[in-house]
């Protein structure tokens, strides 16, 4: 036998095992279609295949973290925002996910962009900003249902950023600067009232005990004499002045 012989034989053995002999690591799926149908799903580790007869997709079994780029929406009470999500997404059934769609990848994207928007576009700004945890719930059951079809399983959802005009920003810092002053009036006024009950009730005492006015007079004096550079005027208490006149009487 020639050498060319020998070279087409060993150059057909190589290509033959090249198109037989696949390995798929084990997040991988294999869909094997044949003579163009769908025949099986094979993997992880090696497989063979037939080949110029059978024909392998791979897909990824692993969790999938796609960004979702901003979108212009127009919230229920007319404000118009952008905001951008993050979706995680996987693959759970790998035939349906090559089979009933194109670009598995793609029409998530395009599905996760127009879901955003109606949703969004069905709350107010408030809703947005405060609950933006039942948001991401809303949005995360919505795609899951949408994409179970195409054997995807949405796990996550999360808003990212939401960018809002520059005038909507101020008004809401006006608000809350408003908000800090209201609470701030309120604290206040709520100190003075509770100084009013108590001054109230010391009146109340010193209207039942006169003497308690004197004991207070004497010691707010010793608290004002502790400092020896402080010259001290003070009026006399009639009441005092009354019993010192009565006892010079009776004296004489």
């Known amino acids: 036998m020639g050498l060319y012989p020998i070279i087409l034989i060993v150059a057909a053995t190589v290509l033959f095992f090249s198109q037989a002999i696949r390995v798929l690591k084990e997040y991988e799926r294999g869909v094997v279609f044949r003579l163009g149908r769908f025949s099986n799903v094979k993997g992880p580790g090696l497989i063979i295949l037939i080949p110029f007869i059978d024909k392998m997709e791979k897909v990824s079994l692993r969790t999938v973290a796609m960004d979702v780029p901003p979108q ?62 039942k948001i991401n719930e809303h949005l995360q059951t919505v795609l899951d249902r949408q994409t179970d079809a195409w054997g995807i399983k949405v796990s996550l959802v999360e808003l990212k950023h939401i960018d809002l005009p520059q005038e909507m920003q101020r008004a809401m810092a006006r608000q809350a600067e408003a908000e800090r002053e209201r609470r701030a009036k309120i604290i206040s006024a709520e100190g003075e009232f509770q100084a009013s009950q108590k001054l109230s009730d010391a009146a109340a005492v010193i209207e039942q005990h006169p003497v308690a006015i004197q004991l207070r007079y004497m010691q707010t004096l010793v608290e004002i004499s502790a400092d020896k550079n402080s010259t001290i005027v003070f009026p006399l208490p009639v009441e005092m002045l009354s019993g010192i006149i009565d006892s010079l009487g009776k004296k004489k």
Do not use: H, P
């Not at 925002?81 to 990848?105: G, H, P, W």
């Not at 793609?106 to 127009?114: G, I, K, M, P, R």
């Not at 576009?121 to 900003?129: A, F, M, T």
């Open 72 to 133: 212009d929406i127009i919230t229920k009470d007319n404000v118009t925002t952008k905001v951008n999500a993050v979706v995680y997404f996987r693959v759970m059934d790998a035939q349906r996910a090559v089979i009933e769609v194109e670009d598995v990848l793609y029409a998530t994207s395009q599905l996760a962009q127009t879901t955003l928007r109606s949703i969004l576009g069905e709350s107010e700004l408030d809703e947005i900003l405060s609950e933006r945890e």
